[in-house]
């Protein structure tokens, strides 16, 4: 089956861009959207944004002006930068596959499977 | 963006009884063109990444046991487990997906009473 396994630095320094690669295994990354979703510590989730395989892009808002998802499907890997970081953005990040576009409403979906998260801490 | 609002916060239920969650949306969720409502569940146990439980409201994912039910349309939702078991100790989510951005709940603490 499908897993994911997010890659990256786990120390950022404020003001600089955080940057994280997630790698499928087990299946195609063509059809589907990914994503990435972020939990601080011991808090709730956040949806950060979508890609699809072809490479067009939805964005939370909250973050659209930092945010930047690419996707390579000859690694079958997609990617997220996020610029400008703050200790605000200290959280777990995991990437998720989203539902085949079938089940998704017209801009959103459900996320499964997910990977098991990196915990990227910003600090100097 | 459509708030999501779950209650309660946490919930201590006995062993083999039942433990219900409750899912509120700030606006529907409901597509009138397929009559679907876009709200999905997920557990969340210590350590581990969210795992999908329940899609459009009331599809059961596969392998999920069938102790765990989703019912509710339109802006209220509920998730069920009809007899707790030990290993369902967990936060649980909620998402709509009708529109972006996505959003969760807060998120519900489930434990052993």
């Known amino acids: 089956q499908v897993q994911l396994q997010e890659s990256g630095p786990g120390l950022v320094k404020p003001s600089e861009t955080l940057s994280l690669t997630c790698t499928v295994s087990g299946g195609s990354i063509s059809s589907y959207y990914w994503s990435w979703i972020r939990q601080p510590p011991g808090k709730g989730l956040e949806w950060i944004g979508y890609i699809y395989y072809s490479g067009s892009t939805n964005y939370n808002p909250s973050l659209k002006s930092r945010v930047t998802i690419s996707v390579d499907t000859s690694k079958r890997q997609f990617s997220l930068k996020l610029s400008s970081v703050t200790a605000a953005d200290t959280a777990v990040y995991y990437c998720a596959r989203a539902g085949s576009p079938e089940y998704c409403s017209s801009t959103s979906c459900f996320f499964d499977p997910w990977g098991q998260g990196t915990l990227v801490t910003v600090s100097s | 963006d459509i708030v999501m609002t779950q209650s309660p916060d946490s919930l201590a239920v006995s062993l083999g009884e039942k433990a219900t969650i409750g899912c509120k949306s700030s606006q529907s969720v409901l597509y009138s063109s397929n009559n679907k409502n876009y709200l999905a569940w997920y557990q969340q146990k210590p350590g581990q990444p969210p795992k999908l439980l329940i899609y459009?409201?009331?599809t059961r994912e596969s392998g999920v046991p069938d102790r765990f039910s989703g019912s509710g349309s339109g802006t209220d939702f509920t998730l069920t487990i009809s007899s707790l078991q030990a290993e369902d100790v967990a936060v649980y989510y909620c998402?709509?997906?009708?529109?972006?951005?996505?959003?969760f709940g807060q998120g519900t603490k489930l434990e052993i009473k």
């Open positions: 998402q709509q997906y009708y529109s972006t951005p996505d959003t």
């Open positions: 459009w409201a009331s």
